[in-house]
C-alpha cells in the first residue's frame, strides 16, 4: 500500500481525491490519497511528515505553492522559473518539486481548441496572480507571438511582466471592459486567469464582452466552478470557441500521478471522477 497527499488551506471543496483516487482503482494500484488541511505555520513540518512516513507524492494547493517551491530539495526548471511547485515526489531521501499545472494548461488548451494553439498565437492573459505566472510560462514555453496581460490592479500586471524579459512581445494593461475589447481586436485566445466568480457568485465576471465576437477567437477559463462560468457563458453566447478549466485540473493531476507512478493517468477515468465529485458539491458548484 502506498500513499499520496493534497496539502492545501482549506482542501474540503478539492476534487482531487475522488479524481485521484479513481485513476488508482482504473490503474490497479493499491493506493490512497488523503487531502490534510495544513495551516501555512506547519506546511514544511506537513511535508516532513509525509516523507517520513513514505508517502510517494503530495500534491500543493493555495495557499502553499511558493513555500512548496522554496523548500524542495531538487527543483525542476517549471518550478524555478514560476516560483510555484504543486506537485512533490518524494524519492531516494529527496524532495523533488515539479509544476504540473503549465503543461496541464498547455495539454487541456491543445485539447479543446487543437495541436500547439499557443504556438505563434497573439493571446489575452486575463489576471496576474499565480496562476496568471503559470499561463505567461506556457505561452513563453510554447513561443506564442505576442500576449497581452489584463489586471485590475496594473501595478501588479507591470510587476508580474517585469519578472519574463524573456516574454514574446508583452504589454500590459488595466482589466475593464474597454480593454477586454480592445485586446481581442488582434487576439487569437483569451485565457481567463483571474479568481472571479470561482465557487461563489454565479454572476460575477472580471469584464463584460462586446456584443460580438470573431468566431476564430477562442476563450479559456482556469475557473471550473460555476460551470460554465458568465464569462465563458457570454462569450460562447457571442459566438467564440469556449472551454472552462476542468480539463486543466484533470491534465494537472494526471501528469502528477505519472510522476509518482512512471505509468500513464486515466484522464478519461479522472475527469469522470472529479465530474461526479463537482456534480456533488453545492447546486452553485
Ligand atoms: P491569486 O494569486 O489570488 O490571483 C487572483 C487574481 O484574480 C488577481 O489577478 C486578482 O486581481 C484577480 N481578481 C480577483 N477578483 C477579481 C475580480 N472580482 N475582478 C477582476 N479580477 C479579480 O489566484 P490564482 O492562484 O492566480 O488563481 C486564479 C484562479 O485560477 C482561481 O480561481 C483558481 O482556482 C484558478 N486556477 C485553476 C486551475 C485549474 O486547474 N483549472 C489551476 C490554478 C488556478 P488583483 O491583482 O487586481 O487583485
Redesign the pocket.
Known sequence: MQHAALLGHPVGHSVSPAMQEAAFAAMGLPWRYLAFDAPPESFSESVKALRTLRFVGANVT?PHKAAAASLVEVAEERVRRSGACNTLRFSRGTVEGMNT?IP?LIEALDDAFGASVLHGASVVVL??????R?VLLACIEQRARRVRLL???MA?AQALAADFPDAPALTTGP?DDAALAAAIAEATLVVQ????G?GGDAE?S?ARWPDRLPPHLCVYD???TPRPTRFLREAAERGARTCD??G??VA?GALSLEAWAGAAAPRDVMRAAAERALALRSPSA
Do not use: E, K
Not at 489576471?127 to 496568471?132: I, L, N, Y
Not at 486567469?193 to 472571479?196: D, K, V
Open positions: 493555495v499545472d496541464g489576471g496576474a496572480g499565480g496562476a496568471a503559470g489586471n485590475r490592479s501588479r482589466l486567469a483571474t479568481s472571479s470561482m460575477a472580471p482556469l475557473v471550473y478549466g476542468l486543466m485540473l494537472q
